[in-house]
Nanobody, 113 residues
Framework: QLQAFGGGLVQTGGSLRLSCAAS????????MRWYRQAPGKEREWVAS???????NYADSVKGRFNISRDRAKKTVYLQMNSLEPRDTAVYYC?????????WGQGTLVTVSS
């Protein structure tokens, strides 16, 4: 029901834009989030976007990443700028609704030095 796109290989300092589209069956969205999991590490929260427009970011990405949405398309984006090798991870989108929590399939981002 969630599908993430946009991962790939990029050099240090480059940019990528991830997107995650929710199916029509997902309704009552409250919060849209991005998480990531680096090799050998636990999954960590990256950014959140509430439906009132408020957003929050992990300190490690603040000022470099931007989360946004297209409400009509039920799509959440993660614009990633000034990428660093430490950003290498599988990125997952997460949507919290009034009914349940949904996880999308991850997309791999690799930042080369």
């Amino acid at each position: 029901q969630l599908q993430a796109f946009g991962g790939g290989l990029v050099q240090t300092g480059g940019s990528l834009r991830l997107s995650c589209a929710a199916s029509e069956r997902i309704i009552g969205i409250k919060v849209m989030r991005w998480y990531r999991q680096a090799p050998g590490k636990e999954r960590e929260w990256v950014a959140s976007l509430l439906m009132n427009g408020d957003n929050n970011y992990a300190d490690s990405v603040k000022g470099r990443f931007n989360i946004s949405r297209d409400r009509a398309k039920k799509t959440v984006y993660l614009q990633m700028n000034s990428l660093e090798p430490r950003d290498t991870a599988v990125y997952y989108c997460n949507i919290d609704t009034v009914y349940k929590n949904h996880w999308g399939q991850g997309t791999l981002v690799t930042v080369s030095s």
